[in-house]
Each structure stands twice: as C-alpha cells, then as structure tokens.
C-alpha cells in the first residue's frame, strides 16, 4: 500500500461510512417508531376490549383476531428484511470503522512496508459498502412501489364489494376472450 493509496482509500472509507452511518441511523429510528406506535395501537385495542367486557360484551371473534394482528412479535417478522438491512449496515460501518483506524495507523507509522492484506482489506470494506448503497436504493425503491401498490389494492377492495369486483373482473376476462385476436383478418363489412 502507498501513501496515495491509503489517501484515496480513507476519502472513500469515510464518504461510504458517513453514507452508511446516516442510513443505519435511519433504519433503526423508523424501526423504534414503528415499534413504538404498533406498541400503542395494540395497548388502545386491548384497552378497548378490556372496556367493552367490564359493561358485559364479550369480544367478538373478527375484534379478537384483530387484536391478535397487531402482535409485536408477528409486526417485527414482517420486517425481517429492515431488521438485517440494520444489521448489515451495522456489520459494515463497524468493519469501516475498524479500517480507517488501520490505515491511519500505517499511514502514521514511519519507513512503514507496504501492506497488501491492508490495502486488500480496506478495498474490500470500501467495495461493500458502495454495492450496499446501490443494493439499498434498488431494494427501497422496489419496497415502496409495492407497499404502494398494496394499498392501492386494499383502498380498491375497501370502496367496492366482492361482487362487484369479482364480477367486473368476469366481464373484462369475457371481453378479452371475445376479442379477434390481432393476427386474424378484419372483416369485410
């Protein structure tokens, strides 16, 4: 490793850390709300349960399964992937961190020898953490449009009944069928 080396690789090691750390900081602060409110929206269903037994209702089933959604347990399941996006970022900035230290450390020591394992090293951490960063926007941008498309659906199903829906769904598949197929020969009319 040459001093230029080491000061290209440290510019890049502290642009990918400083990157990274915003977005580790970024994950774990939407995850602690997220936790948070979930937390709230089941402590205010249960409340309201709890409520409506002491005037002598029992919950009905639909209530009690709702509640049973709400479950922290099964709300952090679903966002295993934003749990090990955390992680993997934790994972890379500490080993970014871990050589930066390194490259200083050689950088600062005189008449030091070149260190390949060194330079290999803080390539390869360098190397992660950009692939990371184009991974991550392609991920969160794939994540978005299907949450989006998701509720798009859900707002879909919310204004219009099953039977509406499914028999309209009958009639475009009915249309489609009737349709001459583009490679026949038009009509003489």
């Known amino acids: 490793m040459s001093n230029d080396y ?32 979930q937390a709230q929206t089941r402590r205010e269903r249960m409340g309201a349960l709890i ?15 709702e509640v049973r959604r709400t479950s922290i347990v ?3 399941r679903r966002h295993a992937l934003l749990h090990t996006a955390g992680f993997i970022w934790f994972v890379t900035c500490g080993n970014l961190v871990i050589v930066q230290f390194r490259v200083l450390i050689w950088a600062g020591t005189a008449n030091a020898d070149p260190d390949p394992g060194l330079a290999e090293d803080a390539f390869n951490w360098v190397a992660i953490g950009v692939i990371l960063l184009f991974i991550e926007g392609y991920v969160g941008g794939f994540v978005r449009a299907r949450r989006k498309a998701q ?14 829906r499914i028999g ?22």
């Open 74 to 76: 099964r709300w952090l």
């Open 151 to 164: 509720e798009a659906r859900k707002a879909y199903c919310r204004q219009y009944t099953d039977e509406e």
């Open 6 to 37: 080491a000061a290209i690789v440290s510019t890049l090691d502290v642009a990918v850390l400083l990157v990274g750390a915003v977005q580790f900081a970024k994950v774990w602060a939407r995850l602690g709300d997220e936790t948070a409110t």
């Open 168 to 189: 309209l769904d009958q009639k475009v598949r009915e249309a489609a069928r009737s349709e001459p197929s583009p490679t026949a020969a038009p009509a003489d009319t």
């Open 51 to 65: 409520e409506q037994q002491r005037r002598g209702v029992e919950p009905s089933r639909s209530e009690l399964l």
